[in-house]
């Protein structure tokens, strides 16, 4: 397997929008990531060949592009099986992305299993797609959420998972294998070994993981799993829920519609096999077939060299970052715990002054609460600065986000 | 234009199925239907000495559907259950000559398959039934999900 | 305003895929419009120009592609404001299509409002999609579905709706505007004056209205409205919900996550403004974005000049085939009363089967249910072939289909 | 290169911005957030004899929304509540120099106008409750709505 880096060029050559220019006229430097990734050309054109020659809606017609489709369609399903080493492809659900798969698990399998006096836990460091739906879960049931702490150095306090294990009240475990604010690698073999010997199953929100590691989720051994597809150089809009068979097929419907039924009568319905039961209405087909172009993409580059990259790159910058006048920087240091995310404030300026700053020089940062407003409150910030990186980034982009950072120091005066 | 598909032989099999009916007390009886056309197939069987001595069909199908579902019903009429439970779906097509169906119509290939997939499925549920337990039989309910 | 049949040589050649040739090297026909569409160049590239030059996340950073991204992204929804009258923007909510639209409205705001012993009335003639989601709510609640029958026109019996009226149980009536089988175009006004003078709330599937006829939903007065972008040149896993302010506003969120809060803590939240509240997590951007450029192409048109089109078209086809060998037709024989959707069955010749004789010719025609098995069981069919039309289809087009449903007779000697 | 947006004005402004605290017994207190950047304003109003005597505000915000909130909250000390009502986003932009930010930077502005979200949502409230049920306040719930 070649290295990211020996490669970059032509990988770089792969993203159209590196050419572009923004503000006065600056090249673009891409350190939005962990938010959303760029796409190759090579994703851009399989949706396009897509509706140039085989648009047609699939599952339903007899005739030769709709065939097409349907097979471009089902083979992506396998292509994620692939990728994650899941041996049944009927527990890939496409949806539109870590939001909607895991409100789906909320809803299709938390209602039916969810009651009163039951606990959820969570984390501190979740986004809010993995806090929200729970909330409203509890709320409904009149069960209780409950959270892991963090520690100082950004890492999960498991003793507090073995706590709220010991109630025995507790139904389902949630957490994020990767932090899209700190970068923190959950201990995610610890907890749900943990979860297993309790009985207790187990949700992994891996949309900042599956993006840049190499994740098996035969060996993990969680319950449900969800990811979104425009994390990792796929088109925004799709997205899996991945969920063990023998819990899917205990799970009652989530929308209904064309597809996910096998007979409607006026009064009665039986439901498709799996996955389709869970695939109502017309799919978004162009982006699965997109999406499938991706992972083929990450597939040839390895997920191992892009995680060597990633933790290259992120060395590099926590090394040059910590230099500047005035800056705090968030999440563990040791570069094998966390992925390539960054996040950082200035003592007294405020997140979006900084991100306004740097754009300026055509660089792309995210600055604020990152959907995790629970672990701003946490960290007691009402928001950050977060730089992430990607397979197209380099230590020169580093390089100009350091520069431009300095000019922060400057302007306010630091 | 060649219509490969359309033989003589396919619509003729289509309008004149063999075994079409219902039988009194089945031993067996399973419905299966395709929810993207509608086919849908009610097989019935009995068993006497662990041979299938009797098999019906009903319900609604197109040519292709009905054709293979004949044929199907005609190739296991009298044989034992080992023989039903180890057919390939080859077998069927190639009665028909309708082996590239497999490769080349990822859809149609659901018609033909769809009275195979209630034989399967319904040998499962009648062997589970009497041999509650015994492994032996988890490759039936894998072969009917995996048909197509 | 120019005619459509003017001008198709110039719209043929927006299609990329009018060019494909399928099986023995036949050109592709393409009439399963009613199913989905195909995208004009300027929607693809819409979406290529998009990934191209400014993919970003929304709503979420200062940085200057995500700032074009959220307005390219917002402008659209004052796009869908114009072209269907709609006068608060804030009333769009972008979803994956109709069926989302619809499930979003019976688990938002059925599960709050639809108790016991209520009825929820709906028609015959409905899409799966507008079934099966209120088969679900009316079983959770103990409430009832009641159904519109049709008369042998293929229109339906408003007489029912007084009857289920006058019970003062009948919480929501939901109706397709433009059966996706039939063609039949219901009589909206009258449906919806109805129920306003009952106080009972309803909802339009508009997934095959508003692609082919000139809708106004200030007009039309419903309360809920959904339809699907890739039914109308758009691309796929994108379609609007609209639902008026005042009812909007006592809905409970829907899904749960990122963009739909305003506040989050660990044990309450708070939500967002409409609509995003109702938008949870990262949106299809590019999709939302080609759905833009569908509008355009069809506000260019205008859709009167679609609708006369669809009408001609539909005329032509009609006398033809009603002249072929043991055909039946389904659906209102007025042309002014029905779309551009033609359903019909050969006696003793499964739609399968034609579909398929027809295919090999490169022509695309469905057969199957439609997602309408409700309506199969009341034709007395297991399933019908349907042609259905659209603004690049030609006289020549229908010429071809006629001449292979001559074959189907032939071969099977009817 | 220039940075026109962090001007040695709005940076000051925002270091010693004026009227921050709170008030004891406020007759309007009106809360606002941005869900992007997590900033988040209270504003406070004491109203004697239809004029704002006294105006206050805490919470979290960038230069941009401390420095607007500082100017905003000077130009309505002591004037009466129709000056308030009437009060344009314009007005509060130019005094710093920052009117294109209405157009190049759609979520920026959001930074900028957060304080007089909650200036007229706040009105809002208080005059509903003092005139419940006059027509002439709706103005002011769709000037919050349509502000950015
Ligand atoms: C009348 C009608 N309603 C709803 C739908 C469902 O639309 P979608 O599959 O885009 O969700 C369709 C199309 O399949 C339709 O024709
Ligand atoms: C950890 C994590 N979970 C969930 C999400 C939500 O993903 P999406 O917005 O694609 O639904 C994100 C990204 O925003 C994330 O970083």
Redesign the pocket.
């Known amino acids: 397997m070649q290295s990211i880096e020996s490669s970059i060029e032509n990988i770089r050559k792969d993203f159209p929008i590196l050419k572009r220019k923004v503000r006065d006229n600056k090249l673009l430097v891409y350190l939005d990531n962990a938010s959303t990734t760029q796409k190759p050309k090579q994703v851009i054109d399989a949706i396009t060949n897509y509706y140039n020659n085989y648009n047609a809606?699939i599952h339903r017609s007899v005739y030769s592009i709709a065939e097409e489709a349907t097979e471009a369609y089902e083979r992506v399903r396998d292509k994620v099986a692939k990728f994650l080493n899941i041996s049944k492809r009927e527990e890939i659900i496409f949806v539109r992305g870590t939001t909607e798969g895991i409100n789906l698990v909320a809803y299709a399998w938390g209602r039916k299993y969810i009651k009163e006096g039951d606990i959820i836990v969570t984390t501190e460091y979740e986004h809010h797609s993995n806090i929200v739906p729970w909330q409203l879960l509890v709320k409904e049931k009149g069960a209780k959420l409950e959270y892991i702490e963090i520690n100082d150095n950004g890492e999960l306090i498991l003793d507090q998972l073995d706590k709220y294990l010991a109630t025995g009240k507790v139904k389902l475990v949630v957490f994020s294998l990767m932090s899209n604010v700190l970068g923190t690698i959950s201990d995610a073999e610890k907890i749900i070994s943990k979860c297993h010997e309790a009985g207790v199953k187990t949700l992994v929100d891996a949309a900042q993981a599956v993006p840049h590691m190499s994740v098996d989720v035969t060996k993990l051994g969680c319950d449900f799993f969800a990811f979104s597809a425009h994390k990792m150089l796929g088109p925004t809009g799709i997205g899996v829920l991945w969920v063990r068979k023998s819990v899917l097929e205990t799970m009652d419907p989530f929308h209904g519609?064309?597809?996910m039924i096998r007979e409607v009568h006026k009064y009665e319905t039986t439901w498709n096999d799996l996955p389709y039961k869970f695939e109502?209405?017309?799919?978004n087909i162009a982006d699965v077939i997109g999406f499938g172009s991706a992972i083929d993409y990450l597939s040839q580059l390895g997920m191992e060299a892009v995680r060597k990259h990633e933790m290259e790159l992120t060395q590099y910058a926590l090394d040059k970052m910590s230099q500047i006048k005035g800056i705090v920087i968030y999440g563990p240091k040791d570069v094998s715990k966390r992925g390539g995310v960054i996040s950082f404030n200035f003592h007294d300026v405020h997140p979006h002054d900084v991100a306004t700053i740097v754009d300026r020089e055509g660089i792309a940062i995210r600055s604020g609460h990152h959907c995790a407003q629970v672990l701003m409150e946490k960290l007691n910030v009402a928001a950050t600065n977060r730089a992430s990186f990607y397979i197209y980034n380099t230590k020169q982009d580093v390089d100009k986000l350091i520069q431009s950072l300095g000019k922060v120091s400057e302007l306010f005066k630091l | 234009m060649s219509d490969p598909i359309y033989t003589e032989i396919i619509i003729d099999e289509a309008r004149n199925p063999q075994n079409e009916g219902t039988l009194e007390n089945p031993d067996i009886s399973q419905h299966d239907s395709n929810p993207m056309c509608g086919d849908s197939i009610t097989l019935q069987m009995n068993v006497t000495d662990d041979s299938i001595n009797d098999i019906k069909w009903s319900g609604e199908g197109c040519t292709i559907c009905k054709a293979c579902t004949s044929v199907l019903t005609q190739l296991i009429k009298g044989k034992n259950i080992d023989f039903a439970k180890n057919l390939k779906k080859e077998e069927i097509l190639s009665e028909l000559g309708l082996e590239y169906l497999a490769k080349q119509s990822p859809i149609r290939i659901k018609c033909a398959l769809l009275s195979m997939k209630a034989l399967k499925l319904g040998l499962y549920s009648y062997l589970a039934k009497k041999l509650a337990g015994s492994l032996s039989l988890d490759n039936l309910k894998d072969d009917a999900a995996n048909l197509y």
């Open positions: 809606n519609g064309g597809d109502a209405g017309t799919p």
